[in-house]
């Protein structure tokens, strides 16, 4: 069994004129949105054993936001610029490279390819807002499968559910 939890990043601020796309940081909304997110998935004993994350900093502050909330630090964190912009089977090309020691990935990136992949795993999913985790348990072995599986478990949580 494989759990993969797709995350959009929390909520990032337009406030700073003349910043990249890339280096949007979170606003206050996403600051406190984020740490909820991960204390949630902590009290259902859901912890991920890497966190993928977009080289954005909207992402990358997501992803450690949600690891302190989860009690561990940026050790689990690997950040891969393939998830800045990335289609949905880049993702599922970057999820695949893991080895299969490990059991629960969670992976911090952007939409539309959050939503997209998502959808793929679950017609009931048509939008991921801002800090929402869709989680989906797979019967696999390898990481590698996850292109072709279905899932045997699907659920979304979102800030404000």
Request: proline share 4%.
């Amino acid at each position: 069994m494989k759990t993969l939890l797709l995350i959009r990043h929390a909520k990032s601020s337009w406030d700073h004129f003349g910043v990249s796309d890339h280096d949007r940081p979170l606003n206050d909304r996403g600051l406190r949105d984020a740490p909820m997110m991960g204390r949630r998935l902590a009290e259902r004993g859901l912890v991920p054993d890497v966190i993928l994350s977009s080289t954005a900093l909207r992402a990358r502050a997501t992803a450690k936001l949600i690891a302190d909330a989860l009690g561990f630090g940026a050790a689990r964190i690997k950040t891969d610029e393939r998830l800045y912009s990335a289609s949905a089977d880049e993702v599922l090309q970057v999820v695949g490279e893991l080895g299969s020691d490990v059991v629960c990935a969670a992976v911090v990136g952007h939409n539309p390819e959050t939503a997209l992949l998502a959808h793929q795993f679950s017609d009931e999913i048509h939008e991921m807002p801002t800090c929402a985790v869709a989680e989906f348990t797979f019967e696999i072995d390898s990481w590698r499968e996850l292109a072709d599986a279905e899932p045997v478990s699907v659920r979304v949580d979102t800030p404000r559910s």
